[in-house]
């Protein structure tokens, strides 16, 4: 039983602590960049955004905006202290 229980837990990779799931994806991380001459290697996907892709620095507000009005998801922005008042929503489901 406890055999069987072990194969389960190593086959399955939700069982595995966060380490052994990421601790591979780091090392292949590190050689891509090495690779690439670039440890950012992956933020040039993202050019027009600033600074490393939208990694880093960029708010999600800023980003939102440079996305067409087709492609945006429904969305409201509330300012520190605004509260919602559920009522005023408009769902288009």
């Known amino acids: 039983m406890k055999v069987r229980r072990f194969f389960i837990k190593l086959m399955n990779y939700e069982y595995w602590p966060m ?8 090392f292949h991380f590190i050689y891509k960049g090495l690779k690439n001459r670039d440890l950012f290697f992956f933020t040039n996907v993202n050019r027009r ?19 067409p ?7 409201i922005f509330l ?9 005023d929503l408009k769902f288009s489901w």
Do not use: T
């Not at 955004?49 to 996305?67: A, H, P």
């Not at 009005?69 to 969305?75: D, T």
């Open 49 to 67: 955004l600033d600074d490393y892709g939208g990694l880093f620095f960029d708010s999600k507000q800023v980003i939102d905006k440079k996305i």
């Open 79 to 87: 300012k520190k202290g605004q509260s919602l008042n559920i009522e």
């Open 19 to 26: 380490w052994a799931f990421y601790l591979p994806l780091f």
């Open 69 to 75: 009005i087709a492609y945006r998801a429904e969305h």
